[in-house]
């Protein structure tokens, strides 16, 4: 299939996505009911960290957790209490437990008191060395558990990085879905978030080859997508999302 009738098939698409619809049966919706910055980033990080399993599943438990924060993620993350921590000992989502998740407020709560935004942690020349650098400050601290580092994906063990690689398109590109409220990150460098639908739909259009879900087909994909468009190639991800799930 040549690229210009790949273009015209995903724009479509995506033309045809309303966000009201799409929004209230995916995990940004979560996000979506917050207008303070970090109260945005904080519910989007656990969004997008719990996103794997049924979608039903990963807003419910993602709720919960917003629930119990108060509907004020951010000021919870600053001003609880250890008693306020209790009910918190009680979470699962799959494989991420009580353990993870406190370990995930303490450190939210080490990175504000330093700066204003998670996107300061983000730092490198490429999408691949900022979700290193992110892995890498999120635990250096004395009291991380060795198992919830499994819950940060590190590319430079050859990971997807399928949820950060989501968190960071919501918060870089701007439109009717997505945030768009961090600048240092231009839409074109953003790499395409990769999960089983995502791989099934670019095999069919002709723009992954790669058969295993690791970085190397994110960037195999992701190049393929600057094809389609140059300065916001990770907006066709939810194209093929849409497209593999209308296959189902």
Sequence with gaps: ?????????????????????????DPISIPKRFSKLQDIEISAFFASILAWGQRKTIINNTNKLMHWMG?????????HSEKDLKVFESFVHRTFNSTDCLY??????????????LEIYFEGDTVKNRLIHFHHQFFDFDFAPQRTK??????????????????????????????GIWSSIKPADLRCPLDVHVQRAAFHFGLLTRKQQDW???DELSDSLLNLDETDPIKYDLALFKWSESKS
């Design 1 to 25: 299939m040549k690229i210009n009738a790949i273009k015209n098939e995903l724009d479509l698409i995506l033309n045809s996505i309303q966000s009201n619809d799409f929004v209230a049966n």
């Design 216 to 218: 190397k087909a994110v």
């Design 150 to 179: 499994k819950h940060i994906a590190n590319p430079s063990k050859n990971s997807s990085a399928k949820r950060l690689n989501m968190f960071l398109r919501w918060m870089v590109r701007k439109d009717h879905i997505d945030f």
């Design 71 to 79: 509907e004020e993620p951010y000021r919870f993350v600053m001003e």
């Design 104 to 117: 995930f407020i303490e450190v939210l709560k080490q990175f504000y008191l330093k700066e204003d935004s």
